[in-house]
Every structure is written in C-alpha cells, then in structure tokens.
C-alpha cells in the first residue's frame, strides 16, 4: 500500500523533494512557508491527512499540494524557530 500512496503522490508531484539550494536559503524559503503555512493550522498531522486522502480522492488544493512539495523546507523553519524563536522579519 505504501507504494501506491507513493505512486499517487508521485503523479501529483508531491513526492519530489525540492531542490537543494544552500542552506541559508532553504531557511529563507522555509520560513515563507511557515509564514504562510502557521501552525496550528498546518503541521505534520495536515500532511499525513492531505496524503492519506490524495489516495483515496486524488484531489487536493493548491495550498495542499505547496505545503505537501515544501514540507521539508517549513520543517525545518520550525526546528529553527523553535530553537531560535519567532524572527522579527525574513532575511
């Protein structure tokens, strides 16, 4: 089942991760995702819904479809936000 789901996000073009740019701006990006995307709202509990019904409605928005393709990125402004609190603005 876990290759279906993967087969199914794959041709959504959820599963790619994004590319790798250096590290201070894959923070940059992520914290515009986490901006966009604040939790509670949005979280690890809105991924694993958004793909667990990608499987069984292949339709989601293109909010969804963003947050699932940069869920790395938004990871990771909140391991850093959490570590170096809230930032006064984006750098």
Request: with cysteine; glycine share 6%; hydrophobic share 35%.
């Amino acid at each position: 089942m876990r290759g279906f789901a993967l087969l199914v996000l794959f041709a959504m073009g959820c599963a790619d991760p994004p590319a790798s740019p250096p590290p201070s701006e894959d923070l940059r990006r992520g914290l515009e995702l986490y901006a966009k995307f604040p939790p509670p709202e949005w979280g690890p509990h809105v991924l694993e819904r958004i793909r667990s019904r990608a499987i069984n409605r292949p339709i989601i928005t293109p909010d969804q479809r963003e947050f699932v393709q940069n869920y790395p990125l938004w990871d990771l402004a909140r391991r850093h936000l959490e570590t170096e609190g809230k930032p006064k603005q984006i750098p």
